[in-house]
């Protein structure tokens, strides 16, 4: 059975992977000037969540825990695993860079928490 990307029971299977060192948990936004769409990776929690509930970010896989070594898999293909990473696709007018800092300074604040209440 297919699980939606948007499921809070998915979001709720988001840990930080403990093999990793704050250095290694990086986050990665990646498009081209002829794109519609940016890349983006993370290895943090919060910003995996709230990828995970955004409405426009196309899940092209997720990094689970499997036998204490990390795995790629489809979103379909998580079987309650843990996941500790996330490649989505969002549209290019999704992005902003502010000429304000935002109030909060954690990463996960990237992502707007208002995908999380919808």
Same mark, same amino acid.
């Given at each position: ?6 499921? +809070? ?8 992977? +403990? ?10 936004? $990646? ?39 990390? $795995?790629?898999?489809? +979103?379909?293909?998580?079987?309650? $695993? ?22 909060? +300074? ?13």
């Amino acid at each position: 059975m297919a699980v939606s990307t948007a499921s +809070p029971a998915l979001r709720d299977l988001v840990r930080e992977d +403990p093999d990793l060192t704050p250095q290694e948990k990086e986050t990665t936004i $990646r498009f081209a000037k002829d794109e519609e769409h940016a890349t983006v990776y993370t290895a943090e929690a919060g910003l995996t969540r709230r990828l995970l509930a955004h409405p426009n970010a196309e899940v092209e896989e997720l990094n689970v825990l499997e036998d204490g070594a990390t $795995r790629n898999v489809a +979103p379909s293909e998580v079987s309650g $695993r843990e996941i500790v990473g996330v490649r989505a696709s969002v549209p290019v007018g999704a992005l902003k860079i502010r000429v304000s800092s935002r109030s909060a +300074p954690g990463h996960a604040e990237v992502v707007s928490e208002e995908v999380l209440s919808e």
